[in-house]
């Protein structure tokens, strides 16, 4: 399924819980992993002290040498490192592309150069460009194994959920993963004031019910039985609290998506979700 899994290194510890997650699955599943590790190039900075880009380099390498020896000694793996000059996001990317790999894992926050933090950046530009699925980590799992048993798929019925519950299947059939699709009613009455009457919210509820059917006719069309899950409220704030309930360790969310009317969720719901969620998060594209 994910064969080739390169991860985004910076030394941080989100970054380093992204390399023991990758680590994991390629023990249990097989592939290779590659890190990669970006300096940026700052030419104001590097122009006053030009010695530092030297210096960047160098402790870049040691970091990736002393990580490949980690995987190899710890998971009985082999892992390639690359050092690359350049933004993150876009070294990340060019990389993902170059060695046609299947999977991007990175964490939560991160570093760049060697102090400033850039959580929003690197991971949401990835998320937003990248042409392969994005695992974001945001700490070390030490019971983590490389399965997922309990898989939470938010489904609004848009393409992009259909490939989430899909991704959720294929994992299913990997690990025997128990799967939730989960549909999150909006607060109509927040958005647009109106008052709601015991009708609309029948109403509303039959309609969450139909969408997430779908859900569930297109797991079975894969041989996949799924629970679900309705609830109403806020999509993120939902979201984390029935990953909680649930006990799940892995949350598979499209890339973008619509929640009630017209809202996007790449900037809202999903970043909401991965900011804030305490297990790994998927990022179908």
Not at 10 to 28: C, F, G, M, P
Not at 37 to 58: L, N
């Amino acid at each position: 399924m994910y064969d080739t899994i390169l991860v985004g290194f910076d030394e941080s510890l989100s970054s380093r819980a992204a390399v023991i997650e990758a680590s994991n699955w390629t023990k249990k599943h097989g592939g290779k992993v590659i890190l990669v590790h970006a300096v940026f190039f700052d030419t104001e900075e590097f122009g006053i002290a030009p010695e530092q880009q030297e210096k960047r380099f160098k402790i870049g390498e040691k970091a990736c040498i002393q990580t490949k020896e980690m995987i190899t000694s710890e998971f009985g793996i082999d892992a390639q490192y690359l050092l690359c000059e350049g933004e993150p996001p876009e070294v990340i990317i060019d990389i993902a592309n170059g060695k046609k790999a299947d999977l991007i894992v990175l964490g939560t926050y991160g570093r760049k150069g060697l102090n400033r933090l850039l959580m929003g950046s690197v991971t949401s530009n990835v998320i937003g460009k990248s042409l392969i699925d994005v695992l974001v980590v945001k700490k070390q799992c030490d019971k983590c194994t490389g399965e997922y048993k309990s898989i939470l798929v938010p489904f609004d019925g848009s393409e992009f959920s259909k490939k989430a519950i899909d991704r959720a299947c294929q994992l299913s059939k990997l690990d025997g993963s128990s799967i939730t699709a989960l549909y999150v009613i909006p607060r109509y009455e927040e958005m647009l004031g109106f008052f709601k009457t015991d009708s609309i919210k029948k109403s509303l509820y039959q309609e969450a019910d139909k969408i997430i059917n779908g859900a569930i006719s297109l797991a079975s069309s894969q041989g996949i039985t799924i629970q679900k899950e309705i609830i109403e409220g806020h999509s993120a704030d939902k979201i984390i609290e029935t990953t909680i309930k649930l006990h799940n360790d892995l949350i598979i969310i499209g890339s973008h998506g619509y929640t009630g009317i017209d809202r996007a969720l790449i900037g809202s719901t999903t970043e909401r979700v991965i900011i804030n969620a305490t297990c790994p998060i998927l990022v179908v594209r």
